[in-house]
């Protein structure tokens, strides 16, 4: 069902200190409606998953972190940690209900990432050649999400391996919110390379920031042709690190343009192409806002420290 509605979304100088000054690929093609059955099918799931990284690496462990666990039922943790600080929370999980090994990834607060992905730390460097061996040379990465995501790499990966292994699923989600988006999405292609090609790769994240070039938005296309990133209104980190500066978004766009605070339905668009003129990449500087990056998105879900007890 996630290829479904994935494929709504569908259809450089020399670097100074490892900054490209460029402007990758910008999509203007009309949007399309997405519907609140093909949200609650392929979107809400991943979006409870989202909220519980928030919740801490103890209270996650024993699945007893309140409401964002009790809404996911029969979950088992295969593994959990984080220390709130370079290495931000995240666990891995088996979910009988959807027969899949999830693995997902705490954010930050808004104003946080916003300095993550400004900072010096914002340079494009080459990808990491054993956790992303079918890369070119082409394709370039922020190196300070590429560096977060390389601290529990490896144990993601064994431990995913491991996993499919005892339960005999087929299927893997990567997700996350914020910088937890940006770690789910590397997470989702290091898994892709590595994985056998009869083992689905899914992500579906939130509030995405910008992640690579336009090498690497282009490889991702190829790689993850069902990727969904969510935007939320008037969200200001999914045009963080800027477009001029060679960072550029896959297809998948989900936009949120508006939720009703009564019934906590979200209207959503699909967003062709990359870079959607349409969508979140077109919204005017004056008009951003830094509440949209918590939410709440639809169906009552928010993220950020607030929305776990635990």
């Not at 891995?92 to 997902?104: F, G, L, N, R, Y």
């Amino acid at each position: 069902m996630i290829a479904v509605l994935a494929s709504l979304a569908r259809a450089a100088p020399a670097p100074l200190f490892g900054i490209h000054i460029d402007s990758g690929s910008e999509s203007k093609d009309d949007t399309v409606k997405v519907s609140q059955d093909d949200i609650t099918t392929n979107i809400l799931r991943p979006a409870l998953f989202s909220r519980t990284a928030y919740c801490s690496a103890e209270a996650v462990t024993d699945w007893g972190c309140g409401g964002p666990c009790d809404a996911l039922p029969n979950v088992k943790v295969l593994t959990a940690g984080g220390d709130d600080g370079a290495i931000p929370g995240f666990f891995v999980a088996s979910d009988p209900e959807s027969e899949t090994i999830v693995v997902a990834h705490q954010g930050t607060e808004p104003k946080k990432v916003l300095s993550i992905a400004n900072d010096l730390e914002f340079a494009q460097v080459e990808p990491n050649a054993t956790l992303f061996p079918k890369t070119g040379d082409d394709v370039k990465l922020h190196d300070g999400f590429q560096a977060t995501q390389g601290r529990t790499a490896d144990l993601v990966l064994s431990t995913v391996k491991n996993g499919l292994s005892s339960t005999g699923f087929k299927r893997v989600l990567t997700t996350g919110h914020s910088l937890g988006a940006a770690v789910a999405s590397l997470d989702a292609a290091m898994l892709r390379m590595a994985l056998p090609d009869d083992i689905e790769v899914d992500s579906v994240v939130f509030g995405l920031p910008r992640v690579g070039n336009q090498a690497w938005a282009d490889l991702y296309d190829s790689l993850l042709p069902n990727f969904i990133h969510v935007t939320n209104q008037n969200d200001p980190v999914p045009n963080v690190p800027p477009h001029e500066f060679d960072f550029e978004h896959p297809q998948g766009e989900i936009h949120i343009t508006s939720v009703d605070d009564k019934t906590g339905n979200a209207t959503m668009l699909g967003c062709p192409g990359q870079e959607n003129q349409n969508c979140a990449a077109g919204k005017s500087l004056l008009d951003l806002s830094i509440p949209n990056h918590l939410g709440p998105y639809f169906g009552g879900i928010s993220f950020g420290g607030k929305a776990c007890p635990a």
